[in-house]
């Protein structure tokens, strides 16, 4: 079974910290994403990255960041988390066909609150 | 821009009933649709796939369908049970580029009533 794990759960920083969010997938995937969910918007693409060191803004990228140095890892970053920034931030990976619109694998999701 | 819809919101259904949930697009003919279920405070997880030229998927108590001239996915659940209690989502999938593109509905929230 795939498995695409997320640091943490829950967390809750303050307004202008620097926050990391860490997705790893255990199933040698190419592709993976950041999605963050917020009730009446849905899923949005926030970044995704088709290989090591390799990223693409999605539909939302401003005020993060991301970085892929290992083909497991993939991490997104708030330089300076805000309060428009607390909600669901969902990692997912693909299978090796290099296409985005293959099956997505989501992670467990980590919800974010900034104060 | 490529849109999605997931018609409702939400739908209350008796245990037992058929759920039907409707995903509509508009603008580019997709290459496939997606259906992923979502428990609250999870990710979601992936359920079906019909491509294109595909009318009609099913996979033990779910069918997907695919009519491409009304712009359409229906989701069916037969049978169904306070498990199924969920949020479903769609998935558009189409490509215009090196790496496609892919854009999910709202979802429609389901509950099963025993």
């Known amino acids: 079974d795939v498995k695409v794990t997320q640091s943490s759960r829950y967390l809750v920083k303050r307004t202008g910290e620097k926050v990391f969010l860490e997705c790893v997938q255990d199933?040698?995937?190419?592709?993976m994403f950041w999605y963050r969910q917020d009730p009446g918007l849905g899923l949005r693409l926030i970044y995704f990255?088709?290989?090591?060191?390799?990223?693409e803004k999605g539909d939302i990228p401003e005020g993060y960041s991301v970085s892929r140095e290992k083909k497991e890892r993939f991490s997104l970053i708030l330089e300076s988390a805000s309060t428009n920034q607390t909600s669901m931030y969902l990692c997912?990976?693909?299978?090796?066909?290099?296409?985005?619109?293959?099956?997505?694998?989501f992670g467990p999701g980590t919800r974010l609150l900034v104060l | 821009s490529q849109k999605i819809e997931q018609n409702s919101e939400a739908l209350n259904i008796q245990e037992g009933k058929t759920a039907t949930l409707t995903c509509n697009y508009t603008?580019?003919?997709?290459?496939?649709l997606q259906w992923y279920r979502q428990d609250p405070g999870r990710g979601p997880v992936f359920l079906l796939l019909?491509?294109?030229?595909?009318k009609e998927k099913r996979k033990e108590r779910l069918k997907v369908t695919f009519d491409t001239t009304l712009k359409q996915s229906l989701f069916h659940i037969t049978a169904s049970q306070p498990a199924d209690s969920a949020t479903y989502l769609c998935?558009?999938?189409?490509?215009?580029?090196?790496?496609?593109?892919?854009?999910f509905g709202k979802g429609t929230k389901l509950s099963v009533k025993p």
């Open positions: 019909i491509r294109e030229n595909e």
């Open positions: 997912a990976s693909t299978p090796p066909s290099g296409r985005r619109g293959e099956t997505q694998y």
């Open positions: 990255s088709y290989d090591v060191k390799m990223k």
């Open positions: 603008n580019y003919s997709p290459a496939y």
């Open positions: 998935a558009l999938v189409w490509y215009g580029g090196s790496q496609g593109n892919l854009i």
């Open positions: 199933m040698d995937h190419e592709n």
